[in-house]
């Protein structure tokens, strides 16, 4: 059997057999021959019309305008004309796919069709980031293999063209490919070995206004180059970088750099020799710059070896203290890779403060939509709304705008080099994301990265109408899904900012303890009088990393928002909530509550069963059913255990297992 289309699907709108779409470009060349193959298909496939290029008078006209951002466009369409306009090929093609969008949206004739769009991307880079390794795992992989990697080899396909059409139809514009925590494969990628292979991708991605990043590991020169040493400082060592950037590019001209995890759950990096991460860092950049190279720099640091014992030592707190002191020191095609939270990818956290700290410094946001804490693409959970909610947080940096989303962009310092990241979900199952409702999440963060000011809801109900049809009742329940989806996730699994409460290594399922005597860090303090992390000046004292009133509003109890507090304060379980509720009467409610929201999702979906495909419904009746079981399990022991440990009853008397 085939794979999914996704969301290009193209479904008959209208047959208009025997009229011809003619089209007339200005733009030439591979990204060009792109957007003419995507309008024979779209084409094609709703109205079954052939699409011809001409030279002259055209149905759609594609052209220049150096007034346009290379990778925004103008469209106006009506009475059966189209005309197209941007700055770049990218903005072109990046226009193309907007205008099958609209018209599938639209449902009715390309003649009758009317639309207006002027726009460009609110973020420079938009990168997925591809945690695959080179024997073909993936790792927090939950949608089969990788289609990049097979047995220590690079694959190169046609289904490495259909991934690159699906990504640059949301506006994405850079994949890195391989796995930053694997380091060894890393080495041997950058070698001659691979670099034909290599090559042959990069020009599939390129002609989709792709570029091409790599993982690298830092120790590199040791394994490849046959050094005694990586130390960023040494003359050697800047030498061989320098010599192996300039190997790379000549390969693979139009490569876009290194993505850099070091000094960090035991990856090697520059703090062996006594250097900073900027000496690192900088090192690199100074080897790419000639080239235009970039070079990414992942914060996700902290000292992995962690005693629960000490109250005062605070995960959170490390990549504020580690990259906050270097602020400005960095070059400028350096940019910091900064996670969402403080801590990792978890269902709820606050805001990570060195958004709001660091202003001399280039840097992006990384999300995760691979579900590694959310789910796992077993459960529903869409995860764009937590995403808006996260860049419309405001930083409070005096001077500048501040939110989360201003920074990000570049708006705030006026920054090129910045944008937004996520770890990706792909794999080679039939439907690519395991979950069929888990593409939500892929198409979701290309078009909040390329439009920031994009509704959750109406991407939603856009994602769901391009992939399963336009019957209001299918659009309606599956929308309706997807947008309940991530706070019923919240609801059934960690309460009030916890997190963190899933089995070890493998992140699945509920262990209240798995981690909580853990070297990576402890994280709800729970006993028989509260649970929490006092985070304030009597705790570890994390809440001054926030700009003020931030930093206020996070200390003080009374003003703490509910569904943070026991991030940021250790509570008794009589504690009331601004919602009335104790702390305790909270935890139980919402898991039930959750657990019922997971059961209402099987039930909306056998619903429309006979409005569905065969096998698409099969498979997501699946994965709901499993979500239901799985969701109670995680409300019994969730429950269970705080009704163990607080020796506090439900008030409403409902099943608690003793």
């Not at 995860?383 to 705030?412: H, I, K, N, T, Y």
């Amino acid at each position: 059997m085939t794979y999914t289309n996704c969301w290009l699907t193209y479904p008959l709108l209208v047959d208009e057999t025997g009229k011809t779409i003619a089209v007339s470009s200005e733009f030439t060349g591979p990204v060009a021959d792109s957007a003419l193959e995507e309008l024979k298909a779209g084409f094609g496939g709703m109205y079954r019309r052939s699409v011809a290029s001409v030279a002259g008078e055209a149905d759609i006209a594609l052209k220049k305008n150096e007034k346009i951002h290379p990778e925004g466009y103008r469209v106006t369409a009506g009475n059966g004309k189209v005309v197209l306009e941007s700055g770049g090929e990218r903005g072109m093609l990046y226009g193309v796919f907007s205008l099958l969008r609209q018209l599938q949206l639209s449902g009715g004739s390309f003649n009758d069709f009317s639309w207006q769009q002027d726009t460009a991307p609110a973020n420079p880079l938009r990168m997925l980031n591809h945690w695959d390794n080179m024997d073909g795992s993936i790792e927090r992989g939950y949608s089969g293999s990788s289609f990049f990697f097979e047995n220590e080899e690079v694959v190169v396909n046609q289904r490495t063209k259909d991934y690159a059409r699906l990504t640059s139809s949301v506006g994405i514009n850079a994949v890195v490919i391989n796995n930053v925590n694997v380091v060894k494969a890393a080495s041997w990628l950058i070698s001659d070995r691979y670099y034909g292979k290599l090559r042959q991708m990069q020009e599939i991605f390129a002609a989709y206004g792709i570029d091409l990043y790599l993982s690298i590991n830092f120790a590199a020169p040791m394994e490849l180059g046959g050094l005694t040493l990586s130390d960023p400082c040494d003359p050697g060592v800047q030498q061989w970088w320098k010599e192996k950037a300039k190997e790379i590019w000549q390969k693979l001209p139009g490569f876009g750099g290194f993505l850099v995890k070091a000094d960090s759950e035991g990856r090697p990096g520059p703090f062996t020799y006594g250097r900073t991460h900027a000496d690192g860092a900088n090192m690199l950049a100074d080897a790419v710059a000639p080239f235009g190279g970039k070079i990414i720099w992942r914060c996700f640091v902290y000292n992995c070896r962690q005693d629960w014992r000490d109250a005062k030592i605070d995960r959170p707190k490390a990549a504020y203290d580690n990259f906050m002191p270097l602020d400005g020191q960095f070059r400028d095609n350096v940019i910091l890779q900064i996670k969402n939270g403080p801590m990792d990818f978890q269902v709820r956290e606050p805001v990570a403060p060195l958004f709001g700290g660091l202003k001399h410094t280039n840097m992006m946001i990384e999300f995760q939509i691979a579900q590694e804490y959310t789910g796992q693409q077993r459960h529903v959970c869409y995860l764009m709304p937590w995403f808006r909610q996260v860049l419309e947080q405001d930083m409070c940096v005096p001077g500048v705008p501040s939110r989360v989303a201003d920074l990000v962009s570049g708006r705030s310092y006026g920054n090129q080099n910045c944008g937004m990241a996520a770890v990706a979900n792909t794999g080679n199952d039939l439907n690519w994301t395991g979950h069929d409702l888990a593409a939500a999440n892929w198409y979701g963060f290309g078009r909040l990265a390329y439009d920031m000011t994009a509704d959750p809801l109406d991407i939603a109900r856009e994602w769901v109408q391009l992939t399963f049809g336009s019957n209001a009742q299918v659009v309606d329940t599956l929308t309706a899904i997807l947008m309940d989806s991530w706070p019923a996730y919240e609801k059934y699994t960690s309460p009030l900012g916890i997190g963190w409460m899933v089995s070890p290594n493998n992140h699945y399922g509920p262990s209240v303890d798995g981690y909580e005597y853990d070297r990576w860090g402890t994280y709800h303090r729970a006993s028989h009088r509260g649970l929490g992390v006092e985070r304030g000046r009597t705790g570890t004292d994390y809440c001054r990393q926030y700009n003020e009133p931030l930093c206020s509003l996070y200390e003080n109890v009374d003003t703490c928002p509910d569904e943070l507090v026991l991030f940021f304060h250790r509570l008794p379980y009589t504690h009331r909530l601004k919602s009335g509720k104790t702390v305790i009467q909270h935890i139980y409610d919402t898991h039930f509550e959750g657990a019922e929201m997971a059961e209402g999702f099987l039930s909306k979906l056998e619903a429309i069963k006979n409005l569905l495909p065969e096998d698409a419904y099969d498979r997501m009746h699946q994965r709901l059913q499993h979500q239901m079981e799985h969701s109670k399990d995680w409300r019994d022991i969730i429950n269970t255990y705080f009704h163990r440990i607080s020796d506090i009853d439900d008030e409403q008397g409902r099943k608690i297992y003793d």
